[in-house]
């Protein structure tokens, strides 16, 4: 496949993979996007609301 690359070790099993990022770059962020969301599924979560009202005290958000 052009533009991908295998790296293998002594007995010719893929260990890694390199991938032409002016190519397949929309590729390589939906695969960072998903990596970031795994590393990320045991933090705590905090309440819409209360992510809303944080923005809304700070002025990040304009009041409707």
Do not use: C, N
Not at 45 to 60: E, T, Y
């Amino acid at each position: 496949m052009i533009g991908i690359q295998y790296v293998t070790d002594e007995k010719g099993r893929k260990m890694a993979v390199q991938i032409d990022l002016k190519k397949y770059r929309e590729l390589w962020e939906d695969i960072e996007d998903v990596l970031v969301s795994q590393s990320r599924r045991h933090e705590k979560r905090i309440p819409l609301d209360k992510v809303r009202a944080g923005l809304l005290k700070s002025g990040k958000l304009p009041r409707e």
